[in-house]
Every structure is written in structure tokens, then in C-alpha cells.
């Protein structure tokens, strides 16, 4: 909970910031979200409260979509190791959630980067690390996974099958 005026002022700021750098996106404006969701990260990338990191974790999820938006491929994974790196240890569902979008998303774009050993880990990590999920949300994004995994490695089997 948010104690004081003071507080609760910047907890505003930062969701505005937010907000402004997602309509920006609407709007094609994609550099410029980037700067809001840059000055979000800057100014509250410390705060420890729950509701800032709320805004905080849709700042970094929204940079490395962005990113990825923008076809740069690479700072969109940099964006999203980020984000994993801070929030995996939550056990509020919520960051729970951030944290398996920013794994499939960041193993999509090491899959455009052809990287898909990598990518395919990633997804074998998110359903390690959250397999046991009971969320509904978490559980229909593994189950896409899933599905991936299965679809990937049948048609890597198919590849190595036919130059063997």
C-alpha cells in the first residue's frame, strides 16, 4: 500500500508515463513509447511497492514488444532477459504472467534471430519453471507452448529424418 500523498503522486506519474508510451504505440508512435517506457524504468525502475512494480513490469514488457515491433530482434531479447531477470522470483500471479509472456516472446524473437536451440530452451524453461501454474491465464499460455514444442520438434525430427 501506498503510505503517503507523495507516494501516490509518483505511483500517477508512472502510470501516466505508461499509459502515454501504449497510446503512443497505438499510434505508430513506437520510438516515442519507448521513451515513456524508458522514463518509467529510469525514474521508478528502484521502487519496491507492489503497485509500481505493476506499472514497472507492463513498462518492460511493452519495451521489448516495441522493440520487437520495430524488427530489432536483439534488444527486444535484451528487453525481455531484463524483465525476466527482475520479476522471476515473484509469486504474485501477476509477474508470474509478465514473466512466461516475456519467455514465449523472447523465444520468438530468438527464433526470427535463427537462433532456435536457444528459442526452443526458453520454452522448455518457461514450462519448467510454471508447468505447475494453477493461473488460467499462465495455463493457456503453456498450453500454446505446449503446442509449439510438439509442432518445432516434429518438424526438426521431419528435417533430420529426410537428410539422414
Known amino acids: 500500500m501506498i503510505p503517503d500523498r507523495k507516494n501516490?503522486?509518483?505511483l500517477e506519474a508512472a502510470r501516466d508515463l505508461c499509459m502515454h508510451g501504449i497510446a503512443l504505440g497505438k499510434e505508430g508512435?513506437?520510438?516515442?513509447a519507448l521513451v515513456q517506457?524508458?522514463?518509467v524504468i529510469s525514474q521508478f525502475g528502484d521502487?519496491?511497492?507492489t503497485e509500481f512494480l505493476k506499472v514497472?513490469?507492463?513498462?518492460?514488457?511493452?519495451t521489448g514488444t516495441t522493440l520487437a515491433a520495430l524488427d530489432r530482434s536483439e534488444e527486444s531479447?535484451?528487453?525481455?532477459?531484463?524483465?525476466?531477470?527482475?520479476?522471476?522470483?515473484?509469486?504474485?500471479?501477476?509477474?508470474?504472467?509478465?514473466?512466461?509472456?516475456?519467455?514465449?516472446?523472447?523465444?520468438?524473437r530468438l527464433n526470427a534471430l535463427l537462433k532456435n536451440d536457444d528459442a526452443i530452451a526458453t520454452y522448455e524453461a518457461v514450462?519448467?519453471?510454471?508447468?505447475?501454474?494453477?493461473?488460467p491465464?499462465?495455463?493457456?499460455?503453456?498450453?500454446?507452448?505446449?503446442?509449439?514444442?510438439?509442432?518445432?520438434r516434429a518438424v526438426l525430427d521431419a528435417r533430420a529424418q529426410s537428410s539422414a
Open 137 to 152: 491465464e499462465t495455463v493457456a499460455h503453456l498450453n500454446s507452448v505446449k503446442s509449439f514444442l510438439a509442432e518445432r
Open 56 to 62: 514497472l513490469a507492463a513498462a518492460m514488457f511493452n
Open 77 to 108: 531479447v535484451i528487453a525481455y532477459d531484463a524483465l525476466i531477470k527482475k520479476f522471476q522470483c515473484h509469486v504474485d500471479p501477476t509477474f508470474q504472467l509478465y514473466v512466461v509472456k516475456a519467455m514465449m516472446n523472447k523465444a520468438y
Open 47 to 49: 521502487e519496491q511497492d
Open 29 to 32: 508512435k513506437r520510438e516515442e
Open 8 to 10: 501516490q503522486d509518483a
Open 127 to 135: 514450462i519448467a519453471e510454471y508447468g505447475t501454474s494453477q493461473d
Open 37 to 39: 517506457y524508458a522514463s
